[in-house]
Protein backbone atom coordinates (compact mmCIF):
# COMPACT_ATOMS: atom_id res chain seq x y z
CA UNK A 1 0.00 0.00 0.00
CA UNK A 2 2.97 1.88 0.72
CA UNK A 3 2.93 2.86 -3.46
CA UNK A 4 -0.42 3.81 -3.81
CA UNK A 5 0.16 6.29 -0.80
CA UNK A 6 2.50 8.37 -2.07
CA UNK A 7 0.75 7.89 -5.89
CA UNK A 8 -2.27 9.76 -3.88
CA UNK A 9 0.09 11.94 -2.53
CA UNK A 10 1.47 13.26 -5.80
CA UNK A 11 -1.44 13.96 -7.37
CA UNK A 12 -2.95 16.12 -4.00
CA UNK A 13 0.37 17.87 -4.36
CA UNK A 14 0.76 18.18 -8.01
CA UNK A 15 -2.95 19.56 -8.22
CA UNK A 16 -1.56 22.21 -5.52
CA UNK A 17 0.82 23.50 -7.43
CA UNK A 18 -0.69 23.44 -10.92
CA UNK A 19 -3.67 25.55 -9.18
CA UNK A 20 -0.87 27.38 -7.77
CA UNK A 21 1.53 27.88 -10.60
CA UNK A 22 0.91 25.47 -13.05
CA UNK A 23 -0.27 27.93 -15.63
CA UNK A 24 3.33 29.33 -15.56
CA UNK A 25 5.36 26.46 -16.88
CA UNK A 26 5.41 26.14 -20.37
CA UNK A 27 4.03 23.51 -22.60
CA UNK A 28 7.98 22.45 -23.65
CA UNK A 29 9.15 22.26 -20.68
CA UNK A 30 5.93 19.40 -19.39
CA UNK A 31 6.73 17.75 -22.68
CA UNK A 32 10.15 17.70 -21.88
CA UNK A 33 10.03 16.31 -18.54
CA UNK A 34 7.40 13.42 -19.54
CA UNK A 35 9.92 12.24 -22.60
CA UNK A 36 12.08 12.30 -19.74
CA UNK A 37 10.19 9.78 -17.83
CA UNK A 38 9.52 7.63 -21.00
CA UNK A 39 13.38 6.96 -21.17
CA UNK A 40 13.56 6.10 -17.26
CA UNK A 41 10.73 4.02 -17.97
CA UNK A 42 12.50 2.38 -20.74
CA UNK A 43 15.59 1.34 -18.52
CA UNK A 44 13.61 0.53 -15.20
CA UNK A 45 11.72 -2.17 -17.68
CA UNK A 46 15.00 -3.43 -19.07
CA UNK A 47 15.89 -3.48 -15.37
CA UNK A 48 13.03 -5.80 -14.29
CA UNK A 49 13.27 -7.75 -17.40
CA UNK A 50 16.86 -8.95 -16.81
CA UNK A 51 15.69 -10.49 -13.46
CA UNK A 52 14.32 -13.17 -15.69
CA UNK A 53 16.13 -16.82 -15.39
CA UNK A 54 14.97 -17.80 -18.79
CA UNK A 55 13.78 -15.55 -21.45
CA UNK A 56 11.54 -17.45 -23.12
CA UNK A 57 9.13 -17.67 -20.24
CA UNK A 58 8.34 -13.93 -20.33
CA UNK A 59 8.03 -14.28 -23.75
CA UNK A 60 6.00 -17.11 -23.87
CA UNK A 61 3.65 -15.35 -21.33
CA UNK A 62 3.59 -11.93 -23.34
CA UNK A 63 2.77 -13.93 -26.58
CA UNK A 64 -0.10 -15.99 -24.82
CA UNK A 65 -0.85 -12.98 -22.87
CA UNK A 66 -1.32 -10.72 -26.38
CA UNK A 67 -3.61 -13.70 -27.84
CA UNK A 68 -5.94 -13.54 -25.08
CA UNK A 69 -6.07 -10.06 -24.77
CA UNK A 70 -6.51 -9.25 -28.12
CA UNK A 71 -9.24 -11.88 -28.07
CA UNK A 72 -10.94 -10.29 -24.65
CA UNK A 73 -10.88 -7.27 -26.46
CA UNK A 74 -9.24 -5.85 -23.06
CA UNK A 75 -7.47 -2.38 -24.30
CA UNK A 76 -11.03 -1.33 -25.88
CA UNK A 77 -12.87 -2.77 -22.66
CA UNK A 78 -10.66 -0.43 -20.78
CA UNK A 79 -11.85 2.83 -23.53
CA UNK A 80 -15.22 1.56 -23.06
CA UNK A 81 -14.94 1.29 -19.09
CA UNK A 82 -13.66 4.98 -19.07
CA UNK A 83 -16.42 6.21 -21.10
CA UNK A 84 -19.04 4.63 -18.79
CA UNK A 85 -17.71 5.81 -15.79
CA UNK A 86 -17.01 9.48 -17.19
CA UNK A 87 -20.66 9.58 -18.19
CA UNK A 88 -22.23 7.73 -14.48
CA UNK A 89 -20.48 10.58 -12.54
CA UNK A 90 -21.93 13.14 -15.21
CA UNK A 91 -25.08 11.88 -14.79
CA UNK A 92 -24.47 12.57 -10.62
CA UNK A 93 -23.54 16.28 -11.16
CA UNK A 94 -26.30 17.45 -14.07
CA UNK A 95 -26.51 20.56 -12.80
CA UNK A 96 -23.73 21.02 -11.30
CA UNK A 97 -22.26 25.01 -11.37
CA UNK A 98 -19.12 24.00 -11.33
CA UNK A 99 -18.10 22.07 -14.40
CA UNK A 100 -14.54 22.21 -14.05
CA UNK A 101 -14.59 20.33 -11.21
CA UNK A 102 -16.03 17.59 -12.59
CA UNK A 103 -14.06 17.51 -15.98
CA UNK A 104 -11.04 17.78 -13.68
CA UNK A 105 -12.62 14.89 -11.75
CA UNK A 106 -13.15 12.60 -14.10
CA UNK A 107 -10.50 13.63 -16.13
CA UNK A 108 -7.87 12.76 -14.32
CA UNK A 109 -9.11 9.77 -12.23
CA UNK A 110 -9.14 7.96 -15.89
CA UNK A 111 -6.21 8.98 -16.91
CA UNK A 112 -4.37 7.79 -12.99
CA UNK A 113 -6.36 4.91 -12.79
CA UNK A 114 -7.08 3.27 -16.37
CA UNK A 115 -4.18 1.52 -17.44
CA UNK A 116 -1.43 -0.86 -17.55
CA UNK A 117 0.85 0.63 -15.17
CA UNK A 118 -1.50 1.35 -12.38
CA UNK A 119 -2.60 -2.90 -12.36
CA UNK A 120 0.62 -3.54 -12.99
CA UNK A 121 2.17 -1.60 -9.96
CA UNK A 122 -0.44 -2.18 -7.92
CA UNK A 123 0.35 -5.96 -8.27
CA UNK A 124 3.85 -5.98 -7.86
CA UNK A 125 3.59 -3.75 -4.70
CA UNK A 126 1.03 -6.02 -2.74
CA UNK A 127 2.70 -9.18 -4.27
CA UNK A 128 6.25 -8.60 -3.36
CA UNK A 129 6.34 -5.18 -1.23
CA UNK A 130 8.41 -3.68 -4.36
CA UNK A 131 6.72 -0.02 -4.16
CA UNK A 132 9.39 1.32 -6.96
CA UNK A 133 7.39 1.26 -9.74
CA UNK A 134 4.27 3.01 -8.68
CA UNK A 135 6.75 5.59 -7.47
CA UNK A 136 8.07 6.22 -10.87
CA UNK A 137 3.76 6.35 -11.93
CA UNK A 138 3.91 8.85 -9.14
CA UNK A 139 6.41 11.37 -10.84
CA UNK A 140 4.19 11.05 -14.28
CA UNK A 141 0.74 11.44 -12.40
CA UNK A 142 2.36 14.38 -10.65
CA UNK A 143 3.63 16.30 -13.45
CA UNK A 144 0.37 15.37 -14.87
CA UNK A 145 -1.67 16.67 -12.31
CA UNK A 146 0.09 20.05 -12.44
CA UNK A 147 -1.09 20.30 -16.15
CA UNK A 148 -4.66 19.26 -15.33
CA UNK A 149 -4.94 21.51 -11.91
CA UNK A 150 -3.90 24.09 -13.96
CA UNK A 151 -7.11 24.30 -16.21
CA UNK A 152 -9.30 22.27 -15.03
CA UNK A 153 -8.91 23.15 -10.98
CA UNK A 154 -9.49 20.99 -7.28
CA UNK A 155 -11.15 18.44 -8.91
CA UNK A 156 -8.04 17.06 -10.06
CA UNK A 157 -7.23 17.35 -6.37
CA UNK A 158 -9.93 14.73 -5.31
CA UNK A 159 -9.16 12.06 -8.11
CA UNK A 160 -6.55 10.48 -5.64
CA UNK A 161 -9.27 9.33 -3.10
CA UNK A 162 -10.77 7.11 -6.24
CA UNK A 163 -6.45 6.39 -6.93
CA UNK A 164 -6.29 5.30 -3.52
CA UNK A 165 -9.61 2.83 -2.96
CA UNK A 166 -8.56 1.85 -6.94
CA UNK A 167 -5.13 0.86 -6.80
CA UNK A 168 -5.05 -0.10 -2.91
CA UNK A 169 -7.42 -2.90 -3.46
CA UNK A 170 -5.87 -4.31 -6.14
CA UNK A 171 -2.75 -4.01 -3.41
CA UNK A 172 -4.73 -6.00 -1.06
CA UNK A 173 -6.08 -8.22 -3.12
CA UNK A 174 -2.69 -8.93 -4.89
CA UNK A 175 -1.17 -9.48 -0.88
CA UNK A 176 -3.84 -12.16 0.25
CA UNK A 177 -2.51 -14.18 -2.61
CA UNK A 178 1.07 -13.53 -1.92
CA UNK A 179 1.40 -16.99 -0.74
CA UNK A 180 0.69 -17.98 -3.89
CA UNK A 181 3.85 -17.18 -5.66
CA UNK A 182 7.07 -18.53 -5.80
CA UNK A 183 9.90 -16.47 -5.62
CA UNK A 184 10.57 -17.28 -9.28
CA UNK A 185 6.82 -16.82 -10.35
CA UNK A 186 7.47 -12.96 -9.24
CA UNK A 187 10.56 -12.88 -10.71
CA UNK A 188 9.39 -14.20 -13.81
CA UNK A 189 6.22 -12.03 -13.92
CA UNK A 190 8.29 -8.95 -13.03
CA UNK A 191 10.17 -9.46 -16.51
CA UNK A 192 7.00 -9.59 -18.25
CA UNK A 193 5.87 -6.48 -16.96
CA UNK A 194 9.34 -4.71 -17.62
CA UNK A 195 8.68 -5.56 -20.89
CA UNK A 196 4.83 -3.94 -21.09
CA UNK A 197 6.51 -1.00 -19.25
CA UNK A 198 8.19 -0.95 -22.30
CA UNK A 199 5.50 -0.58 -24.37
CA UNK A 200 4.04 1.72 -22.61
CA UNK A 201 7.07 3.88 -22.69
CA UNK A 202 6.87 3.70 -26.39
CA UNK A 203 3.46 4.26 -26.96
CA UNK A 204 2.19 6.90 -24.26
CA UNK A 205 5.11 8.50 -23.11
CA UNK A 206 8.00 9.00 -26.02
CA UNK A 207 4.35 8.58 -28.85
CA UNK A 208 6.99 7.08 -30.90
CA UNK A 209 4.29 3.61 -31.99
CA UNK A 210 1.27 3.18 -31.22
CA UNK A 211 0.63 0.27 -28.87
CA UNK A 212 -2.20 -2.18 -27.20
CA UNK A 213 -0.32 -2.16 -24.14
CA UNK A 214 -3.76 -3.34 -22.17
CA UNK A 215 -3.65 -6.65 -24.25
CA UNK A 216 -0.88 -7.52 -22.45
CA UNK A 217 -1.85 -7.77 -19.19
CA UNK A 218 -3.24 -11.49 -19.39
CA UNK A 219 0.46 -11.76 -19.76
CA UNK A 220 1.03 -11.45 -15.54
CA UNK A 221 -1.55 -14.06 -14.93
CA UNK A 222 0.34 -16.42 -17.78
CA UNK A 223 3.82 -15.94 -17.04
CA UNK A 224 3.81 -17.28 -13.16
CA UNK A 225 1.68 -20.12 -14.56
CA UNK A 226 4.07 -21.24 -17.00
CA UNK A 227 6.93 -21.56 -14.17
CA UNK A 228 4.36 -23.45 -12.01
CA UNK A 229 3.56 -26.14 -14.76
CA UNK A 230 7.83 -26.27 -15.68
CA UNK A 231 8.34 -26.64 -11.97
CA UNK A 232 5.67 -29.33 -12.22
CA UNK A 233 6.89 -30.87 -14.49
CA UNK A 234 10.65 -30.73 -12.88
CA UNK A 235 12.29 -28.47 -15.53
CA UNK A 236 12.61 -25.00 -14.38
Known amino acids: MLGTLINAVSVVVGGII ?6 KLSVKLRETVISGL ?15 SNPLIPLGGLVVGALLGEWWRIEDLL ?7 RIKVYNWFPNSPDTHFVDGFVTSSLLFCIGPMAILGSIQ ?3 SGDSSMLIIKAVMD ?3 AIAFASTLGMGVIFSALVLFIYQGSISLLAGLLSTS ?4 MISEMSAVGGLILIGLAIS ?15 ALIITPLIVWLLNLLNVY
Open 204 to 218: SLLEIKKIRVGSFLP
Open 18 to 23: GILIGS
Open 181 to 184: FSEA
Open 38 to 52: GLFTIGYGVMSFLKT
Open 79 to 85: GRLGEKI
Open 142 to 144: GFA
Open 125 to 127: DGL
